[in-house]
């Protein structure tokens, strides 16, 4: 267990390398499943694509504007590519994600901006609460005790569902390491310590202030657009905020975002 707590903080420090100042605790979960991953083809799961508010454009600095017809113009995105996660079976009856972690000092009401902006740029995901999900593109999620830390865990009714939620959030999060499971997730509290809650953008959608969420957020509707967006926009956009126009991520839905930014 100490094994997992010091792996844990190490990976924070690396993902919250680049976040200008700003309180970002989620990083990656400390350690793998064993026994539990059954590894699949790689490739693009159609089973879960759902619908989003998509506009094309690009997630640049305010000094490369893009045509605001090119935003209006991109059609809806298809799904994550799950070459980048070790996915379990599509048909798994009892699948979970570990989406993300972060230390006990957070406290066990964080907010997770970073997930909550993933989830809102990305609607085919519907977030019940209370759970169960009980129908393929539902998931519910919640923090559980994770050795010295917190772990956000998604549960999905399928596994094709908890597959693409784990490859939207490596989308978008390129440092991350969410990790599907097949079976019962190891290592965690055996009740969650928190709600997590997403009802609707209202209330949800960020502060251009707050640097780590705008950044996520701006970041979360381009690449929910355009799944081959080049780069690390997420952590471009913590390393130099200044340079992104964040008062654009309090838009909805994602067209508004990349529109504003566009101008």
């Not at 998604?154 to 969410?178: E, F, H, W």
Request: proline share 8%; net charge positive; glycine share 8%.
């Amino acid at each position: 267990m100490d094994r997992i707590a010091t792996l844990g903080i190490a990976l924070f420090a690396v993902v919250c390398g680049g976040c200008q100042g700003q309180e970002s605790a989620e990083t990656s979960p400390a350690t793998k499943q064993e026994g539990t991953q059954t590894p699949r083809a790689s490739g693009t799961s159609g089973a879960v694509t759902g619908t989003t508010a998509a506009a094309g454009g690009t997630l640049a600095p305010t000094t490369t504007a893009a045509p605001a017809a090119t935003a209006a113009a991109a059609p809806p995105a298809k799904g994550y590519d799950l070459s980048a996660i070790k996915a379990i079976p599509d048909n798994c009856a009892s699948a979970s994600v570990i989406l993300t972690s972060a230390p006990k000092s957070v406290g066990a009401n964080y907010d997770w901006a970073i997930s909550r902006q993933a989830l809102l740029a990305n609607q085919q995901f519907r977030v019940v609460h209370p759970g169960p999900p009980t129908s393929p593109g539902e998931v519910s999620l919640a923090p559980y005790e994770y050795g010295s830390a917190y772990a956000l865990v998604a549960r999905c009714s399928d596994g094709a569902t908890c597959n693409q939620l784990a490859a939207m959030y490596k989308a978008i999060v390129r440092s991350s390491r969410p990790q599907p499971i097949c079976g019962p997730v190891q290592g965690i509290g055996a009740s969650p310590v928190a709600a997590f809650r997403l009802d609707g953008h209202e209330g949800n959608l960020p502060r251009a202030q707050d640097t780590i969420a705008a950044c996520a957020r701006l970041s979360a509707c381009q690449i929910a657009t355009d799944r081959a967006t080049p780069g690390d926009p997420f952590l471009e956009c913590q390393k130099k905020p200044q340079a992104f126009k964040r008062e654009c991520a309090a838009r909805h839905p994602c067209a508004e975002v990349l529109a504003c930014m566009a101008q």
